[in-house]
């Protein structure tokens, strides 16, 4: 049978090529600048040098620091508006109201949060965590220590609710967290009661228990009894800590530049930074005869873990 020539001729897709150059054109549109503003209570060069390295990554915005006495109150900035907070003095601040616009509070400790917020999280607000992200650290552990099982973990009145992310992190890793409270760090009791019950210390971010008044007695009594310790910063592993995961100026620019990418409503409620390096301490590693590898490579294998 003969059909009928097509009534679609070809006259009447003419306007294809054009769409698909308008789409071209759209696509490859910049999109428009955001308007980017960091505030602190302090101004000094380091904070200006970080914005002005945000303001380098991110040329197509207007990114700009403004110190937290010469803000409005935060009902007042423009809402589309993308706030980052650099201390806890603009947390505060920025508590006061519910209303202003999306706001990234960097680099604050979950016990910190925690003081503040208790479970909360508000809609408005996203926390970039400064502790290291426990599975990070755990993996680390298996990478550098793989016959290690029991992870020593010390506690106060404030840190302890991390024992529940750290357990959480260690069951897919075949690990047991042993947790230890100490209330009072000038009692060694609790202390050397852990290392007998664990196989190394891990630490974590409280300041009430690892600080620079403590980190001699914390590094001493764990290698007097042949335990490594792992963290909790890169200036406890300089101090003497085996190793530790570790974000520093450049991670937190580029993840803050991947977040920036990203509509602020999709902003995570709280997250670790997505890059981080691992810094490893050679001179500890060879008095406890571990192998240490290349920090970069150390932070690769790390790295690998989170696409399992």
């Not at 001729?9 to 306007?15: A, D, K, L, N, V």
């Not at 109201?97 to 909360?120: C, F």
């Not at 926390?127 to 755990?138: T, V």
């Amino acid at each position: 049978m003969d059909y009928p020539p097509s009534r679609m001729s070809p006259m009447r897709f003419s306007w294809m090529p054009h769409w698909l150059l308008c789409c071209c054109l759209l696509c490859s549109s910049p999109l428009p600048a955001a308007e980017i503003l960091l505030s602190g209570a302090e101004d000094n060069p380091a904070i200006r040098s970080f914005s002005a390295a945000l303001a380098e990554l991110r040329p197509q915005d207007r990114v700009h620091f403004q110190p937290l006495a010469q803000l409005p109150s935060p009902e007042r900035i423009p809402a589309d508006t993308r706030l980052i907070l650099l201390d806890l003095h603009a947390l505060d601040w920025r508590l006061n109201t519910s209303a202003g616009p999306p706001t990234l509070m960097l680099r604050i400790s979950q016990v910190h949060a925690r003081e503040r917020l208790g479970n909360r999280r508000p809609a408005q607000l996203s926390l970039l965590w400064s502790d290291p992200a426990p599975a990070r650290q755990l993996r680390l552990i298996r990478l550098l220590v793989p016959q290690a099982q029991r992870i020593g973990v010390l506690y106060d009145e404030h840190s302890q609710f991390l024992l529940d992310e750290l357990r959480h992190a260690a069951t897919p890793l075949g690990l047991e967290i042993v947790g230890q409270a100490w209330p009072d760090n000038r009692d060694n009791r609790p202390l050397l009661t852990l290392l007998q019950r664990s196989d190394l210390l891990l630490g974590v971010n409280d300041d009430d228990l690892f600080n620079q008044r403590t980190a001699k007695n914390l590094l001493l009594t764990s290698y007097a009894q042949q335990r490594a310790m792992i963290g909790p910063s890169a200036s406890f592993v300089r101090a003497g800590s085996l190793a530790s995961v570790y974000s520093d100026q450049q991670d937190w620019l580029n993840s803050l530049d991947q977040l920036l990418d990203q509509p602020p409503q999709s902003w995570p409620r709280s997250a670790y930074p997505a890059y981080f390096k691992v810094l490893g301490n050679r001179q500890v590693a060879r008095a406890l005869a571990i192998e240490l590898a290349d920090d970069a490579r150390l932070a690769q294998q790390v790295a690998e873990g989170e696409n399992l």
